[in-house]
């Protein structure tokens, strides 16, 4: 099956400060989406980007098809960032199955 | 706010019972997913309901089944429990049909503990 790599797997940022994660993927996929999931447990979805550049507030998406890569940016990082964040891909026919990374864990100090 | 709601938000169960968990879809959603989270691991993709009927099943035992209601409304059933199906169980719904560029909308979770 597809694997899904994401880094860096912890990381700790200051207030107010940026980050860049990176999701690699081992095939072609036909959907990747990034998902926050809060201390409570709710995956939230933040970007559905099977390829392109989008933006939403603070965080930017951008997935290079081709070279199998997907990068999740975060400009004047807050402590509600604090969570883990995963990307999730699908590849095939027929299904909707996601294939998930292991995550990053965010945290973001005052 | 997803929409997307699953009870009960914790269970605790013993080894050898049965549990079942239901999920209702966020409104206008047909599709419905399931994934089981390990603690400290990306969530992992149970099986997938579409209009009442499985779409796609991931590496997971018979013992693990679902059903879809007419409503889209689901229920995720687990025979004979073993310790290692402590995990958190996610719902996941989606609207369309068969499309591909669907983004999936999380419940909560039921936090299941077998003991």
């Known amino acids: 099956g597809i694997q899904v790599e994401q880094s860096p797997p912890d990381l700790i940022l200051q207030e107010g400060a940026n980050s860049t994660l990176r999701c690699n993927f081992s095939?072609?996929?036909?959907?990747l989406q990034w998902f926050h999931q809060n201390p409570w447990g709710q995956l939230i979805n933040l970007f559905y980007i099977p390829s392109g550049t989008k933006q939403n507030g603070r965080l930017s998406a951008t997935t290079v098809a081709t070279e199998r890569y997907s990068l999740l940016y975060i400009s004047s990082s807050q402590t509600t960032d604090s969570g883990v964040y995963f990307c999730?891909?699908?590849w095939g026919a027929g299904s909707y199955q996601l294939t998930f990374g292991k995550g990053t864990k965010l945290s973001v100090i005052p | 706010e997803t929409g997307v709601t699953q009870s009960p938000t914790h269970l605790i169960k013993t080894r050898g019972q049965q549990v079942t968990l239901r999920c209702s879809s966020q409104s206008g959603h047909n599709t419905v997913s399931w994934y089981q989270q390990a603690l400290g691991q990306g969530p992992q993709f149970i099986f997938q309901y579409y209009r009442e009927e499985e779409n796609g099943r991931g590496n997971f035992p018979p013992r693990f089944s679902g059903l879809q209601f007419p409503n889209y409304s689901s229920e995720l059933n687990v025979n004979a429990l073993e310790l290692d199906d402590s995990a958190l169980y996610l719902c996941a719904s989606s609207s369309g049909d068969r499309g591909w560029d669907e983004k999936l909308f999380f419940g909560s979770g039921t936090q299941l503990s077998v003991l």
């Open positions: 999730a891909v699908g």
């Open positions: 095939d072609s996929v036909n959907n």
